[in-house]
């Protein structure tokens, strides 16, 4: 396991050294001939030509026996590691074949570049059928996260100026910054409470992930809709707790779904499609709810004679604000939401138990963090957007969890026109994967990439940077016109938590030895680690 603080621990990725990377031609031939015939480069074909589709290696040509190895193996929850040995064993480019899904798998910047910038206007990618089956199925919208083609691209751009575009930012920061400190008040009352030590110092160690996961959910919907729902009270709602469990039911119940017919399932009434199908039930009844309560307070303010609208003059969050301007359906508005709110709780939550996790076992690092985030935030006199700006190593902290656990485990795009990627043939149509965890772990990639160091991306990025293509490294929330759509919400609402919590908090970890992980649909670690808060 190649994971950080692993002594002596190095990538044998590929085993070819990035910095002499392949290079092909126009017309797809080799042009290094000095790599022809080094394990992990391709050689060429009959005749200097591009190799065709079937000769890139793969895992196995029988879908069902792939699929029935990978559940008798448990390799669905070691799928990061499954990709990472594949790599080390077939090279830096091969297919695979599960169930009724096929892909080809690529790792290095290179080919990463080459399939991004032939994406197109209308940039495709897996679609997760299990989730659009239950839309079709319950008669709902699909959300941009479901949608291809000119109808993507339309939503796409309008919810662009709600959740991407810096004036949004501008108008939800002061949301995530409010939470943000009422944790940190939380936490401080929390430690006060049950620490050891004397009074002003006190330490607490706790396992911290079900009040960072009530964070994530406050924030979401302090943002997504415009109010708070009281989850740092001694007694969260029943509804806010049957939430969390629905996502984290989606979460898991998806991933098998994708390699099954699972319409036939649905037919069936096969168990794990029945609690597909219910994890999501329930998380479209919150949204549901929260867009009946929008209702009840445009009522409200109406009956009051206000002329401001719900908001009362005040930022009314991304519902209230797409609900206002009417660009889109309520139905759509409603999927979209939904869909945000989903994808914006363990995606966020979990980063941060890896990030505190990180910081606490290198307290080095942690302390630059901390003199440059209070630096900045003394300058920005409590203004959250001016410091975040002036804290680069509080960005550098979460693009580097983000390298070394990434949430998801691939970014997908299907190709629209023939490529070719290690000098094979692509087809159009063709479902291509960039494999996060292996490439963030990668030392042909990142120099001693078993290190955290939150500072390689500083300087836009240069230090810890041995291969060119330095753009394609850092994707953990996609790229180009589809990546995430609540990228901004998230990227922010970290930072600011772990502003605060530097802030207010000295970190340390009762053990240093690697986290295990696992994976549903996200990564995450398979015992959430437990840290130790000692008050500043």
Known sequence: T????ARGSRNLLCGVTLRRALCVTAAGTVVDEKLEGRKG???????GQVRSFKEIPHTGRSGWVNLVKFWREDRFRQLHKHMERTFNALGPIYREHLGTQSSVNIILPSDIGE???????????MTLQPWATHRETRHYSKGVFLKNGEEWRVDRLLLNKEVMMSAAVKRFLPLLDEVARDFCRMMQ????REGRGEEGKRSLTIDPSPDIFRFALEASCNVIYGERIGLFSSSPSLESQKFIWAVEQMLVTTP???YLPHRLLLRIGAPLWTQHATAWDHIFSHAEARIQRWYQRLSSSQGRGSEAGASGGQYSGVLGQLMEKGQLSLDLIKANVTEMMAGGVDTTAVPLQFALF????????????RQQVRASWEQAGGDPQKALQGAPLLKGTIK???????VATTVQRRTIKDTILQNYHIPAGTLVQVCLYPLGRSADVFAAPQRFEPDRWVNNGEKGQTVEGSSFR??????GARQCVGRRIAENEMQLLLMHILLSFHLSVTSSEDIKTTCTLILQPETPPRITFRKL
Request: glycine share 10%; hydrophobic share 35%.
């Open 2 to 5: 190649i994971t950080p603080g």
């Open 41 to 47: 480069v391709r050689k060429k074909g009959v005749d």
């Open 115 to 125: 399939l991004f910038r032939s994406e197109g206007l209308h940039p495709e990618r």
């Open 189 to 192: 009352a929390k430690v006060e």
């Open 256 to 258: 098998p779904l994708l």
């Open 358 to 369: 990180e910081l606490g076992r290198n307290p080095e690092v942690q302390e630059r963090v």
């Open 400 to 406: 580097e969890i983000l390298r070394l656990y990434p």
């Open 474 to 479: 850092s994707l953990a929330f996609g790229f």
